[in-house]
């Protein structure tokens, strides 16, 4: 069966960084669009970074847009998500899910058009 695990959360201040890991078993993350959502208590799950199989295409939503970067090292079968200048606004439990596909889909940012979902980590950022 397959299984997703994050890991890399934990306690922040506003400004710092923090780098999350997605480490992927039972499948291949090389053959997989992956992407990121995070869900804050009493709010919908929502879409943060999508990257394809090839790391060649990514995308943003945009409270993410200039300061989080997706990427992906498949040697080691792992997607990172760099967060940078976090805000407290950025705290929520963030979720790793793949695609069963090469390339991400038309609906990249609805968590429709993924497969397989993380336990996720929790992300706390304190003014």
């Known amino acids: 069966q397959v299984q997703l695990v994050e890991s890399g959360g934990g306690l922040a201040h506003a400004g710092d960084s923090l780098r999350l890991s997605c480490a992927p078993s039972?499948?291949?993350?090389?053959?997989?669009?992956v992407g990121w959502f995070r869900q804050a208590p009493g709010k919908a799950r929502d879409f943060v970074a999508g990257?394809?199989?090839?790391?060649?295409?990514?995308r943003y939503s945009d409270s993410a847009k200039g300061r989080f970067t997706i990427s992906r090292h498949n040697a080691k079968n792992t997607v990172y998500l760099e967060m940078n200048s976090l805000k407290p606004e950025d705290s929520a439990v963030y979720y790793c899910?793949?695609?069963?596909?090469?390339?991400?889909?038309?609906?990249?940012?609805?968590?429709?058009?993924?497969?397989?979902w993380g336990q996720g980590t929790q992300v706390t950022v304190s003014s």
């Open positions: 899910a793949a695609r069963r596909g090469l390339a991400l889909s038309a609906n990249y940012d609805t968590s429709a058009a993924y497969d397989y």
């Open positions: 990257i394809s199989a090839t790391g060649l295409t990514t």
């Open positions: 039972g499948l291949t993350s090389s053959t997989s669009a």
